[in-house]
């Protein structure tokens, strides 16, 4: 395949984003934007020079798409990205990939039948460091993993809550819009969260979702984690993730075998890093006609966890990720 025709669903939001990483990538063309109003994307459509649509449907149906990112608000990814796969558009999904883990398996029910390129955004994956560290761990470098935890603390203001980020169905709280990157993070580089037991509260905000949320995980591999949300605090480490070996341990950009620290030759992502290159994989995949280093599943996995979280918190015992399908 040649150049690909590309468009944004969502363009008013973190759309931009994305059409500005795009424009440093060779094989991709971007032709149009989709948002819910003309005001909306009118300034889109007149800042990259694209054709502008208040209806995506009509857009994929006018426009010459290969592939679209789809970034409208989270609640509502699998209707844009099944709109896409059914009409012969590839699709990479900003995360989460969705809000509910039966709409998320329609996504991938649906890759799988139109045999559709589908990616899942999670660019923290795609840094030398975590690139190094996946591939220690894999290789068995720092022993056997008995402990690995995160830590996301951010502040989110009451305005941010005000539109579909608070709202019940739309958005979702802190660990379901902020750090299931982190989870994704904790998730692929030990093997597998297998279950989760969970306590959330709405402590420093009005919403329908929690801004601070603290679990205990249970690994695939037999270990065990923690892990801590929040978007009400000021002041603190933003954000950490730390797997902890018994011959090494990875913490945030250091590395360490026995108790000496070590300065490892980093591997850099094959696509190059962040968001720009998480896109520039999603690029290659579709001209390629290969899987994306994060397809649909993979980007489902996070989303099971944080809604065994959920479910977890809600119920008060611990949750299998496994077991979300029977609640």
Request: charged share 25%.
């Amino acid at each position: 395949m040649g150049t690909i025709g590309y468009g944004i669903v969502g363009a008013s939001g973190f759309g931009t984003t994305h059409a500005d990483r795009l424009g440093a990538i060779d094989g991709a063309d971007l032709l149009a934007g989709s948002a819910r109003s003309e005001s909306s994307i009118a300034p889109f459509a007149e800042e990259y020079d694209v054709r502008g649509y208040t209806d995506h449907v009509e857009m994929f149906e006018a426009e010459d798409l290969d592939a679209v990112s789809v970034c409208t608000p989270s609640g509502t990814h699998a209707e844009v990205a099944i709109d896409a796969i059914e009409r012969g558009i590839d699709v990479l999904v900003e995360k989460p990939l969705d809000v509910d883990v039966e709409r998320a398996d329609r996504i991938v029910e649906a890759a799988d039948e139109h045999d559709a390129t589908v990616a899942g955004v999670f660019q923290r994956r795609f840094t030398p460091e975590r690139w190094t560290a996946k591939r220690w761990l894999d290789e068995g470098r720092f022993g056997d993993v008995l402990l690995a935890d995160t830590a996301v603390k951010y502040h989110r203001s009451q305005s941010y809550y005000d539109d579909w980020h608070g709202t019940e169905g739309a958005g979702g709280g802190a660990l379901l819009q902020q750090a299931i990157h982190f989870v994704d993070l904790l998730d692929w580089l030990t093997g597998g969260i297998e279950s989760v037991s969970a306590s959330a509260d709405t402590l420093a905000h009005e919403m329908d979702h929690e801004d601070v949320l603290v679990a205990t995980v249970g690994f695939e591999n037999g270990g065990y984690g923690t892990i801590e949300a929040t978007t009400g605090v000021r002041g603190a480490t933003r954000e950490r993730v730390e797997v902890n070996g018994t011959e090494g341990s990875y913490s945030s950009g250091t590395f360490a075998l026995g108790d000496e620290t070590v300065e490892p030759d980093l591997d850099e992502p094959p696509c190059g890093t962040g968001l720009e290159g998480q896109i520039r994989d999603f690029v290659g995949a579709v001209r390629e006609g290969r899987q994306p280093i994060v397809d649909a599943r993979e980007a489902r996995r996070a989303v099971e966890v944080v809604l065994a979280a959920y479910a977890s918190a809600e119920l008060g015992r611990e949750v299998a990720v496994g077991e979300l399908r029977e609640l």
